[in-house]
């Protein structure tokens, strides 16, 4: 295979970096090594204090982020970086393990994956974020400028700004992504498989609650409707609607 490093094709030419935080230094070269042949820079950090500066450094577009490390959780790296930047991240959970999957994603992770796991589903995972992160120089230029105005809730999809009753409303970029998909259907059912493909970028495999996380911290944020009623509805097996009117 070629060594060479090229940039990544959804970035218009620019080097996508990754900083991976994870002290199994073994596993670490090995990703390296092979994200380097897809085009990525990936630098590696085994100290949680240090990953935290690291990854709020804003030298990385994304970071993958191990749930198990010495003398730190992962959760509370992640609750540090969620504090402060959107950065996405990718956690790196056991295998099976349920519990880490859900409280991850609930603190804010854009997606998970198992260890021990094929370099190649991390790059397409890492892939799969990235063409979804709204962010200046990712974001997808057929995207309209116009914001979206549904009710009381307005998106600026250039800028990645949500404001409910023109008080902003934070959110990752998974849940800013399913938000606009949910708003630019405002009134109908948007399918769970849809959803996922536009909002996560890959399919959802069989009793995975990464949508369902996903819409629940953003119903949570985004609260009511100012007549009381909730602003998404979940039809069980079929999809999510984003209420409008009497629907």
Known sequence: MNDVVT?????????????????????????????????????????GTRAVDRALSGDYHLTVLDVMLPGVSGFDILRCIRAASHIPVLMLTARGDDVDRIVGLELGADDYLSKPFNPRELVARIRAILRRV??????????????????????????????????PVELTAVEFNVLVILLRAAGTVVRREDLARGALGRALTPFDRSLDVHVSRLRKKLGPRADGRERIRALRAVGYLYTQGDS
Not at 21 to 35: A, N
Not at 138 to 159: K, N, Q, S, W
């Open 7 to 47: 940039p990544h094709p959804n970035v218009q030419g620019r080097l996508i970096r990754v900083l991976l935080v994870d002290d199994d230094t073994e596993l670490s070269e090995l990703v390296r090594e092979y994200l380097a042949r897809e085009g990525f820079s990936l630098d590696a950090e085994a100290d």
């Open 134 to 167: 709204p962010f200046e120089g990712f974001g997808d230029p057929t995207e309209p400028a116009a914001p979206l105005d549904v009710d009381d809730i307005e998106v600026d999809v250039r800028r990645h700004v949500v404001r409910r009753a023109g008080a």
